[in-house]
């Protein structure tokens, strides 16, 4: 299917960088799950020749957590907006942290929701007036790093839609063995809640030195405004869903007569 977003949308660039990466790392189209959710970016299952589920309204991460579980020989991806991930969504995020699940979950952040025509989301910025907030928001803005360090996330990174360093990030999150989160800041050109151009002027590597396993110093940087800080944030490695699942799996077929034990002869002892 051809992509329908609007002309100059960086969800253009979310799908190139998706496509580059996945390319790069020669994973061929049928080792990989992609799941989306509501809103523009929610498209994006369609524009890939991978199995695909265009899943309901803030429900991409639990779904592709199940494919994940299903299919851990997979590559699962999940990709989302601001509205679907951190709004009818975000409860979910905590959850798939504390498991560590093995997949990229990539949210596209336009401040908006664009495809039901310019309502306000939990990333649009106070004051800033749109069809549900005629006077200006008047809640506070979310702020997505913070969050995402907070639960924990053992791959978090943010990125513009420079479609080569998106590429290197989305590379990177897929490559990392865990949950990763790729923070794409991206403006709405339709119904637009913030200047893209002026909030890619304050963007800015992270210093070159610092450790992304420091969670602290990685929190202040996450709430610096300008500049406003680009790459991999935190990074750390620790057991996966997978690999937890696996370990309990084997303390429990150990229980029969201190030996390994089948799957049905588990089952047989509830029959």
Aim: hydrophobic share 40%; proline share 6%.
């Amino acid at each position: 299917m051809k992509p329908v977003w609007c002309a100059g949308c960086g969800n253009y660039a979310v799908l190139n960088a998706v496509k580059r990466a996945l390319a790069g790392l020669e994973i061929a189209p049928h080792e990989v799950i992609t799941i989306s959710g509501i809103g523009c970016s929610g498209r994006l299952s369609h524009y890939l020749n991978t199995y695909s589920l265009h899943g309901t309204h803030g429900r991409a991460l639990p779904t592709a957590l199940g494919a994940k579980a299903a299919r851990p020989d997979l590559t699962v991806l999940a990709v989302g907006g601001d509205g679907d991930g951190l709004g009818i969504g975000g409860g979910h995020i905590s959850h798939a942290a504390r498991k560590n699940v093995d997949l990229t979950y990539i949210m596209v952040d336009n401040s908006i929701y664009g495809l039901t025509k310019g309502q306000a989301s939990p990333t649009t910025p106070l004051g800033h007036k749109t069809k549900t907030t005629p006077y200006g928001v008047y809640e506070d803005t979310l702020s997505a790093i913070p969050i995402f360090l907070a639960y924990d996330i053992s791959f978090i990174a943010r990125s513009g839609v420079d479609i080569d360093g998106l590429t290197g990030i989305i590379t990177e999150a897929i490559r990392h063995p865990g949950m990763s989160m790729v923070h794409v800041v991206s403006g709405c050109r339709t119904f637009p809640a913030f200047d893209y151009k002026e909030a890619a002027g304050r963007f800015a590597p992270l210093p070159g030195d610092h450790d992304p396993e420091n969670k602290l110093e990685a929190l202040e940087l996450a709430y610096s405004v300008d500049p406003a800080y680009i790459g991999v944030f935190y990074q750390v490695t620790k057991p996966t869903l997978g690999g937890r699942l696996e370990e309990e799996i084997r303390r429990a077929g150990a229980a029969i007569d201190g030996k390994q034990a089948t799957m049905e002869q588990l089952l047989s002892i509830f029959a």
